[in-house]
Each structure stands twice: as C-alpha cells, then as structure tokens.
C-alpha cells in the first residue's frame, strides 16, 4: 500500500457544486496532515491542515479519520478559479521526518 | 518576506551538459528540500537538509545527482551528466524545523534535457 494515496481524477464539476476528495494514508501514526493546492504550472501552496477535530475555512471543509486512516477535502459552491490539483499530505511518525505528498487530485470547475 | 527564491526558472540543455539549480530558502526556515516532480511519479522528495547539513538524500537518483548547502541562505542541485530521462520541474522548499506548519516551495526550476 502506498504511503498516501488519492484518486487522481478528474474531477469536472459545475459551477456551484459541491465536491469532495478522499485521501488514504498507510501509517496509522501519522503526525499530522494537510491539503496542498497546485495550479498548472505552479509550486504546490498550502491550502489548510486537518485537525482532528475538523475544521473550516470558507468553502472549505477538511475532516480526518484516524480510525479508517483517510483525510477528506469538501469544496462547496465551486468556483472556476477552485480548479487545481489537490494533493493530500501527511507527515510520518517518526520525529522530523519529511512530509509525504500524494499525487494529488485534480478537479475542473465548468461553467 | 520574498519566500523561497529559485533560479533559473527555465532551464534548456543537451544531453550530457552539467546542470545547477540554486536555491534561497526563507529567512529564519533551517530545513530545505529539493523534490523533483513529474506526471507518471508526482513530487519525489530528492533530499533533504536540517541546519544545512543533509540529512536523507537516499531519494536522490544516482550519483549523477548532488546537492550541497554551503550555508543557511543558499542550496544547489547539481547533474552531472544531464539525461532526458532528468527532464521534469524541480522545486525546493523551506520550513522552520519542528514546525507544525507544511512547507513554502519555490516557484521551481523547469528542466528539460534534449
């Protein structure tokens, strides 16, 4: 199993639509977690941490599951300028070790 | 803060040529990382440095491939001989180490071998 793993898409949405990426990581001890965002032809730019408890920011909405070991991405009301790549990140248990990227998701807002 | 400053931003070179990409990471970030990225394999981290000295570079290629960090505020990424099969985008990142906070990546380097 592959340390993070995402459905690559892609995703093609409407605007205004509601859409949700799901992302699995093989370490159940994994420190902590993060949405990245990454336009064509762009660095990778951090999009929000996950917490454990959830959280919000705007549109979106990022919630963890360490008991099934999954990270989820909740886009509402989409816009054209949400299409990106999504990459799911997670950092490893093992003290200051590097995070570890997905290959990320990517979602096209149509109008 | 100007962030995580790479040069060049494009680079075109025969097979064979010695490339260097260089690196400023942010002011104050004492860990730094080259990851190389491509479609079929996404972002590969290549190495890594804490304090300037590496750390892990067991992602590094082969021995064609070498990065140094002769002090805080400048890394390079030197191959030597370039292939091909080296083209892809480079980008290094920066962060406080210890933090609980994700990377700052630069614009990256794209590099195209022919």
């Known amino acids: 199993r592959k340390e993070v793993e995402q459905d690559p898409g892609p995703f093609n949405v409407p605007e205004g639509a509601t859409v949700a990426f799901n992302c699995t990581y093989s370490n159940s001890a994994s420190q902590s977690f993060f949405w990245y965002r990454q336009d064509c032809r762009k660095e990778p730019k951090l999009l929000m941490s996950v917490y454990s408890s959830g959280n919000e920011d705007g549109r979106f909405t990022a919630q963890l599951n360490r008991a099934s070991q999954y990270i989820s991405l909740l886009i509402r009301d989409s816009k054209l300028s949400d299409s990106a790549t999504y990459l799911c990140v997670v950092r490893p248990p093992l003290g200051n070790t590097p995070l570890v990227f997905g290959k990320g998701t990517r979602l096209s807002v149509i109008a | 803060d100007a962030g995580v400053i790479q040069s060049p931003r494009h680079e075109v070179t025969e097979m064979g040529q010695e490339v260097t990409l260089r690196c400023k990471p942010i002011s104050g970030h004492n860990s730094l990382f080259w990851y190389r990225q491509t479609m079929m394999r996404g972002l590969e981290l290549l190495i890594y440095f804490n304090n300037n000295v590496p750390i892990d570079d067991s992602g590094m290629p082969e021995d064609r491939f070498s990065a140094k960090m002769p002090n805080a505020s400048f890394s390079t990424l030197k191959i030597q001989p370039s292939e091909p099969r080296d083209s892809a985008v480079y980008f290094c990142?920066?962060?406080?180490?210890?933090?609980?906070?994700?990377?700052?990546f630069g614009s990256g380097t794209r590099l195209t071998v022919v």
């Open positions: 990142a920066s962060s406080a180490q210890g933090s609980n906070y994700g990377y700052t």
